[in-house]
């Protein structure tokens, strides 16, 4: 175009449109041409052998993922109906005793346990 070797023409806004004659085509329209060129047809059938593998694969890791959800949902139910078991008061433990707060041989009697329904969640979690 610079060179003056394209026709074209140059709207107010600079957009650029180049001219065709009728007789010049984008693509070769003729009958003979249908289909891809002899040398081209081993390369068409490796990627179609490509993309049949790939969506074999494809459908193989849908599978395995959903049989993964299935095994998660099953794994989540079964720990949900374990959840009051887990947060079932237990026997009341005795607060620890550092070997600094008793002399040897002296005994402190344990401190008086409260029900552990009255006790908050984390005193009874950290006690």
């Not at 003056?4 to 140059?10: D, P, T």
């Not at 947060?87 to 620890?96: D, F, I």
Request: proline share 10%.
């Amino acid at each position: 175009m610079q060179r003056g070797q394209i026709a074209h023409e140059k709207d107010q806004a600079g957009r650029v449109r180049i001219i065709l004659d009728s007789g010049e085509t984008l693509q070769d329209e003729s009958p003979g041409n249908t289909g891809p060129v002899a040398d081209e047809a081993p390369l068409v059938e490796e990627l179609r052998d490509r993309v049949s593998y790939l969506e074999r694969m494809l459908e193989e890791e849908r599978g395995a993922r959903t049989e993964e959800r299935r095994r998660h949902d099953t794994l989540m139910a079964q720990l949900m109906q374990r959840m009051p078991e887990l947060y079932a008061p237990s026997e009341p433990r005795e607060s620890p005793q550092t070997p600094s707060d008793t002399a040897p041989g002296s005994h402190v009697p344990p401190e008086p346990q409260t029900s552990t329904q009255e006790r908050p969640w984390w005193r009874r979690w950290f006690s």
